[in-house]
């Protein structure tokens, strides 16, 4: 009976452990997409400040896009 308490105890840790594994992975995923996120939000700014100015037709649309970022 002990031997079995103690595989069960074994199984439950197993399983409780891979959880938390998956729980730190979905954060840092989470932590990584945002980077990743905010550096198109930066580079999307930085193209449409080098695009003012070439045509009338595109500073508006490129004004509210920064606007939106």
Do not use: C, F
């Amino acid at each position: 009976m002990s031997q079995s308490r103690d595989n069960s105890m074994k199984n439950t840790d197993k399983w409780r452990n891979k959880y938390l594994d998956l729980i730190e992975k979905h954060e840092q995923l989470g932590q990584s997409s945002e980077q990743k996120q905010d550096q198109l939000r930066r580079a999307l700014v930085i193209v449409s400040l080098l695009a003012e100015g070439q045509a009338d037709s595109i500073d508006t649309p490129l004004a509210k896009l920064r606007d939106t970022l």
